[in-house]
């Protein structure tokens, strides 16, 4: 049996904190990662559009949801770009205070970890699925096992940085969730976040491939419970883009009757809608109605909008009259799609749901098995878009390792 230590379960970006924090801690400890995939931090390669988006200028407990975001005084004082600059990754933000490296590289990202890891030794063990642990802590370890083998890795302290469910090539597969149900720790509910809305796909058809500039309203009955601005897109079924996603978390809590509307013109009040639309009407009186509206939206979303808010248009633009006129600036103001769904946890950036917050001691080391850390997406905490996932990942990572390296030593 290989003895280590600590064993890091998961080699994602929480991982690969968790084991360079922990040999900065103390050198002379063997820390090994285990990682299921052929390699290393498959996920970090995805993010930001390959940019990767680690941090964010605005991190607060505002910006996450979820029963562990008390863990949140825990990280406050780590820095995300600090620890990246500390690896000689430099790091920069654009004017909304998402964080990217200068280089806009994903990659770096991923090289500058694997590389620290190299420098201080941490033993990457990939290609390594855990499918269990011992919860008998034997001798003052505890064992782990992986699929495939009888034998078992045993390590002082482990921590769980297996991620959660969303887009499982990329790792992260829930296997590491259903270990900590067997081991009687407490999990709430797993479920899509930051992921596309499905509709009715008879009432986005004619919008597939489009996108507008739109205050995107989550309602559930008849009542607006958060609002977020942004670009929408509309895709085979789903309206998405990051203003949908940062609202797509509101699924879970009022699946029922729930709605996205948008306003499509955020900038001005319904009444200043009717009248730019009756200034509109005297200069394109001559041509076809569907086209009323083409001088403010794309062609296809303005005579979208017609045909929603008039039953039977008429042909010409000046034979649009004033009633018509209140329900085309009321649908432009308020274009409603019923919420079917979410688009799963495939097409999901992030897992909502995971480890509760009652398991966990401040220090990411759980309750119930002593010596057993947990962090990163695999906590029931979950933020916006915008690098606070990451951030939240690292960090977690950064001080699980920590605490469990000066528990290690002082054992
Ligand atoms: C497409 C995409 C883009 C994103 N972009 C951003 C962004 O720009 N900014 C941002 O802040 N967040 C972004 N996120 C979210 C962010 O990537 C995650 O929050 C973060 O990676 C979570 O890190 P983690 O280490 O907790 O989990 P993961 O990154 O999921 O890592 C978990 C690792 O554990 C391994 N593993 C799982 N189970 C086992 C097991 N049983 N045995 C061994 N190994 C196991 C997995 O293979 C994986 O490598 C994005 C997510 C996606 C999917």
């Known amino acids: 049996m290989k003895r280590y230590d600590i064993a890091v379960i998961g080699g994602g970006a929480s991982g690969l904190a968790a084991a360079i924090s922990a040999k900065r801690t103390d050198r002379n400890l063997s820390v090994a990662v285990i990682e299921r995939l052929p390699k290393v931090g498959k996920k970090i390669l995805a993010t930001g559009n390959g940019r990767c988006n680690l941090s964010n200028n605005y991190v607060s407990t505002e910006t996450y949801t979820g029963t562990c975001r008390t863990l949140l005084s825990s990280t406050q004082n780590f820095s995300v770009p600090e620890f990246f600059y500390s690896l000689g990754v430099i790091c920069e933000a654009d004017s909304t205070g998402r964080i990217y490296p200068r280089c806009h590289s994903a990659a770096s990202v991923l090289d500058a970890l694997r590389l620290e890891c190299t420098k201080l030794g941490v033993e990457v063990i990939c290609d390594t699925e855990v499918c269990s642990i011992d ?16 034998e078992g890795i045993s390590a002082k302290k482990m921590i769980l940085a297996g991620g959660g469910m969303s887009q499982s090539a990329l790792g992260s597969n829930g296997s590491i ?14 479920f899509p976040v930051l992921v596309p809305l499905r509709t009715d796909p008879k009432l986005v058809k004619p919008l597939k491939g489009q996108r507008a500039d739109a205050n ?21 079924g789903l ?57 403010i939206f794309t062609r296809t979303l303005g005579a979208y909008i017609i045909k929603r808010a008039l039953k039977s248009p008429p042909e010409k633009t000046a034979d649009i009259d004033e009633s018509m006129i209140t329900k085309i600036a009321s649908t432009i103001k308020m274009l409603a799609f019923p919420i079917l769904g979410t688009a799963g946890f495939e097409r999901s950036q992030l897992t909502g749901g995971g480890i509760a917050a009652e398991e966990l001691y401040d ?11 947990a962090c990163g997406e695999l906590l029931d905490i979950y933020g916006r878009c915008g690098g606070f996932n990451l951030d939240f990942a690292f960090s977690s990572g950064a001080i699980a390792g920590r605490n469990a390296a000066l528990d290690t030593k002082h054992h």
Not at 178 to 190: Q, V
Not at 363 to 373: V, W
């Open 135 to 150: 919860r008998k802590n034997i001798s003052g370890h505890l064992t782990l096992f992986v699929k495939g083998s009888d």
């Open 177 to 190: 969730l259903d270990i900590c149900r067997g081991l009687a720790i407490e999990t709430k509910p797993l």
């Open 216 to 236: 995107a309203m989550f309602f559930t009955h008849g009542k607006c419970v958060q609002h977020e601005r942004g670009e929408v897109q509309f895709t085979d």
């Open 239 to 295: 309206v998405s883009g990051i203003c949908v996603f940062d609202l797509s978390y509101l699924y879970n809590l009022y699946s029922s009757e729930s709605e996205i509307r948008l306003d499509l013109l955020p900038d001005i009040s319904g009444t200043a809608v009717a009248e730019l639309l009756r200034s509109i009407k005297t200069m394109r009186a001559e041509t076809s109605s569907e086209d009323f509206l083409s001088g």
């Open 363 to 373: 220090t990411f080391e759980l309750k119930k098995i002593k010596g057993l850390y």
